[in-house]
């Protein structure tokens, strides 16, 4: 069925003070010139690879609507999307509606960390229209901080990620893509977890080509353009992804890192080309 691109990002914002209006006026225009440049980030590197499909965290109904809105009015492309249940979900999967039609969904429930409720996470099966073909897309987002809780409660979140993916794909010999931002590397708990259950890879490890190994996915840095995190040598990603361990190629693993994406997050997009089996 060819090639079919897979990217992980999110939307965030941050200021820059003005001058001339006063200070509410100022706010509000800083406000909206942040959040348009964010979300047109995230529709040029979308649309620029020429994604198919895409998992995302840390977005919700406003930004996901304004993403998809720019994609169709900028680039002519049209967009579907999977459903958030609860306010405060943050994970979702976009994919293009000329390539992929959506079968069903799934949502699951993990813990975070201390102060916050839990969350649902989502999958999503997709039919390629050309070839009929299916796979599952799952995107989450783990607990954050170094607490020896929210470790505990990334084990908790990996272990039902496995439980879902095993359930939904695995048992139905189905193929799956899992992305997110696990606030763990493929060295911690998370990756443990997700290598014992024995369904699935890194991709970063098995991809024919890795670009950009030396960028953090994680560059803390929003709002702040020309700080990238690319240090060189091989850079940390708590942002990660996984697929089946049978027959899915990973093409390219990219980590793209620039002024334009630093700005709209604190976390590089990452981008996997695979070849599905």
């Known amino acids: 069925m060819g090639r079919e691109d897979l990217e992980r990002g999110r939307v965030e914002s941050a200021t820059t003070v003005g001058s001339g209006q006063t200070d509410v006026e100022r706010r509000n225009m800083e406000l909206m010139q942040t959040l348009d440049d964010a979300w047109n980030a995230q529709d040029l590197a979308i649309a620029a690879q020429k994604l198919t499909v895409v998992a995302i965290q840390e977005m919700r109904r406003p ?34 509606k000329s ?21 649902n996470q989502i999958g999503v099966l997709l039919a390629h229209k050309a070839t009929g073909r299916e796979v599952w897309v799952y995107s989450v987002h783990f607990a954050a901080g170094d607490s020896a809780a929210a470790a505990t409660a990334r084990a908790e979140a990996a272990k039902r990620t496995v439980q879902s993916i095993q359930a939904e794909a695995a048992d139905k010999k189905q193929p799956f893509v899992l992305a997110g931002d696990f606030n763990a590397t493929s060295e911690e708990v998370v990756g443990d977890v997700l290598r014992k259950s024995d369904l699935m890879k890194y991709t970063r490890n098995v991809a024919d080509l890795v670009v950009n190994n030396g960028c953090k996915t994680f560059n803390g840095r929003a709002g702040s353009a020309g700080l990238q995190a690319c240090y060189g040598g091989v850079a940390s990603h708590i942002d ?28 590089n ?8 089996p």
Not at 81 to 92: E, I, S
Not at 108 to 113: A, D, E, H
Not at 269 to 276: N, V
């Open 63 to 96: 930004e996901r609507d304004a993403v998809v809105a720019r994609l169709g009015d900028h680039h002519v492309q049209d967009w579907g999307f999977t459903t958030l249940k609860q306010g405060a979900d943050d994970t979702l999967v976009l994919f293009r």
């Open 99 to 119: 390539v992929w039609s959506k079968v069903r969904e799934v949502h699951f429930v993990i813990p975070l960390q201390p102060g916050l409720d839990d969350r």
């Open 240 to 267: 990660q992804v996984w697929v089946v361990k049978a027959g899915m190629q990973v093409l390219r693993y990219q980590v793209t890192a620039t002024v334009q994406t630093s700005r709209s997050s604190d976390h």
């Open 269 to 276: 997009p990452l981008t996997t080309i695979l070849k599905m």
